[in-house]
């Protein structure tokens, strides 16, 4: 993926004279030539090789595009974009160079890639290029738990985080069908938080918008995230008590319950459609929270 990006932001800073338009026709030979001149890559034992591959990757051809159907709705699921091969190959073998294009897809690839996705989804990636994005996706979520604990513990909560099912003496309660990613409580309050954080990746068109709240409410092979939230409140709403107590929380006047929410880092489709848990955002989750202890 760096080798692409790198492509990208080379093409970016293709010379283009005064009088030339945005995009230019150029031989594939001087393209080649100008990567070669611009990436440290070239000078590498397998940098042309690479370098090539990426080339090959970023290049649309008009037979391709008139192979699939043109469905800009489908976006991501889409085969053949120009955001994505932003290089077109005419019917000579000349290369059409948009620097602004390039630049403009760079940043397409990046923000994809950097909440652990490709902007696209077909052909599927191999298996390691699958597994290092499983990766960032898992780190990027597990930032945003941080960031929860973090920004509870300055509001004044006590809070426990990542609470596996092998763990549920942390919590004071006899059994955990699932891991918890935190539960806070403060003071006298009544309600103790059971917050499941989740960090999806943006959606845009409808089809994807349709996976995505699919994946918040609708049980397939696995459970969707609104299920295994409920068995977790299930596995704590007997034992609010404990609970307060596991977390050190002083007597409450008012009976204790615990209460079970979403929390995301932006505004998420899966919020808006009235589902059996409330969600919050990141920058909200204090006064949101306070105003359920008012």
């Known amino acids: 993926m760096s080798d692409i990006l790198q492509v990208l932001f080379s093409l970016a800073q293709w010379p283009l004279a005064p009088e030339d338009p945005d995009a230019v026709a150029a031989h594939a030979g001087a393209v080649r030539q100008h990567l070669h001149d611009m990436l440290r890559l070239a000078d590498e034992p397998d940098g042309p090789a690479r370098i090539a591959a990426a080339q090959g990757l970023l290049t649309g051809t008009s037979s391709a595009l008139r192979a699939v159907d043109w469905k800009p709705w489908h976006a991501r699921s889409r085969q053949k974009r120009l955001v994505v091969q932003p290089l077109a190959e005419l019917t000579d073998g000349r290369l059409v160079v948009g620097p602004h294009l390039c630049y403009a897809s760079a940043g397409i690839y990046g923000n994809f890639v950097a909440q652990g996705i490709l902007p696209w989804t077909q052909p599927p990636p191999p298996r390691r290029v699958a597994d290092a994005l499983e990766v960032v996706r898992d780190r990027k979520n597990r930032a945003l738990e941080t960031e929860v604990a973090q920004t509870l513990r300055a509001a004044g909560y006590v809070v426990v985080e990542r609470i596996r099912e092998q763990?549920?003496?942390?919590?004071?309660?006899?059994?955990?069908?699932?891991?918890?990613?935190?539960?806070?409580?403060?003071?006298?309050d009544s309600a103790i938080w059971l917050i499941e954080v989740k960090d999806p990746a943006?959606?845009?068109?409808?089809?994807?918008?349709?996976?995505?709240?699919?994946?918040?409410?609708?049980?397939?092979?696995?459970?969707?995230?609104?299920?295994?939230?409920?068995?977790?409140?299930?596995?704590?709403?007997?034992?609010?008590?404990?609970?307060?107590?596991?977390?050190?929380?002083?007597?409450?006047?008012?009976?204790?319950?615990?209460?079970?929410?979403?929390?995301?880092?932006?505004?998420?489709?899966?919020?808006?459609?009235?589902?059996?848990?409330q969600f919050h955002t990141l920058r909200d989750l204090v006064a949101a929270l306070d105003g359920a202890n008012p």
């Open 167 to 188: 763990d549920p003496q942390r919590l004071g309660v006899p059994s955990l069908q699932t891991e918890i990613d935190v539960v806070a409580g403060r003071g006298a």
């Open 202 to 277: 943006d959606v845009h068109v409808t089809p994807e918008i349709r996976r995505h709240l699919d994946g918040f409410y609708v049980d397939r092979r696995k459970p969707c995230y609104a299920t295994q939230l409920q068995r977790k409140l299930d596995d704590l709403a007997p034992y609010a008590d404990k609970v307060a107590a596991t977390l050190g929380l002083p007597t409450s006047a008012q009976p204790r319950v615990v209460k079970a929410i979403f929390v995301t880092r932006a505004p998420v489709p899966a919020g808006f459609v009235g589902g059996p848990f």
